[in-house]
């Protein structure tokens, strides 16, 4: 195993939610704070970033072209070529505490996104659905940190976690409808020294996720027992997407600690934060991440 730091990619204040594009063979990330989506290609160690209006959550590559990105107060398109953001889909009276997160697209098309209280204390957040008509559908409530959306290879389950909670639930998922239902606990990161964060899934079925301010990688088995456990450079990695040719690279985004000043959280600045590694070596393989077909 190898974990090597990406030092021609884009340094981020709060890195998230990297999507691999199979098309492209290129890696899409953002910066929460920083306000941006970054486009990196590890072949050329070349970039380019498009600066958005407001604080980003999430976003997914769309079959239209561009991308959807989930901005603090509804689901934007992005243009590529303008750089252009236009409102997609908004909830009709949603809080103004509360923000859309992360977010993934299922194996249907479907955008499902996370909202959270942007003072990470009450459990205000729900879990939406963006259909391919633009309709959104809450499918969970009663989240307070809404993070690691992905499912398992079937479709059959859904993951997502609560990380004010440490908690990490499995839902029973419908493909058809994109509904979800039976949430139950899959996992707890308390042992773990931090907080469940960005999330994907292997061909066997094993989630990867990022522990953030615990400084590793997890792989957690189907049954929600931990199979390996990878200290990273960093103790605050964000996120994880396989990419690369065979997807067998794991690529993993973290936070500058300097960016959570904002946030009353005082942490010791450390070489490395807010930088993407990869990880090589693990004998692992991830599924190529699907577009958003609305």
């Known amino acids: ?137 809450v499918i969970d409530t009663n989240i307070t940190i809404s993070n690691g959306p992905c499912w398992s290879p079937d479709n059959r389950t859904f993951y997502f976690s609560d990380s004010l909670r440490n908690a990490i639930y499995a839902y029973d998922y419908d493909i058809a409808t994109g509904r979800a239902s039976n949430r139950r606990d899959f996992a707890s990161t308390e042992a773990l020294g931090g907080i469940p964060d960005g999330a994907t899934v292997d061909t066997e079925g094993r989630m990867w996720m ?30 994880v997407m396989f990419g690369g040719p065979k997807l067998d690279q794991l690529f993993v985004t973290s936070i500058d600690p300097l960016a959570l000043k904002g946030l009353g959280i005082i942490k010791p600045p450390e070489e490395g934060g807010g930088m993407t590694f990869v990880i090589e070596g693990l004998n692992a393989q991830g599924l190529p991440e699907p577009r958003y077909a609305g």
């Open 210 to 239: 990022a522990i953030c301010n615990g400084r590793k990688v997890v792989a957690f088995r189907p049954d929600g027992s931990i199979e390996r456990t990878i200290e990273t450079p960093v103790n605050l990695p964000a996120s």
């Open 1 to 137: 195993m190898k974990i090597t730091r990406l030092d021609s990619a884009p340094k981020c204040l709060v890195g998230e939610g990297p999507v691999w594009d199979v098309r492209e063979q290129a890696l899409y990330f953002v910066d929460i704070a920083g306000r941006n989506v970054h486009r990196y290609d590890p072949r050329s160690g070349s970039s380019h970033s498009w600066s958005l209006p407001g604080v980003i959550g999430s976003m997914a590559l769309r079959e239209k072209g561009g991308a959807i990105v989930a901005l603090a107060d509804g689901i934007y398109t992005l243009d590529f070529k303008s750089g252009a953001t236009q409102l997609l889909a908004r909830p009709e009276g949603l809080d103004p505490q509360v923000q859309f997160n992360d977010g993934k697209v299922d194996r249907r098309g479907r955008f499902v996104v996370g909202t959270t209280d942007s003072k990470a204390k009450a459990p205000l957040g729900c879990v939406y659905v963006l259909d391919t008509d633009h309709s959104l559908t």
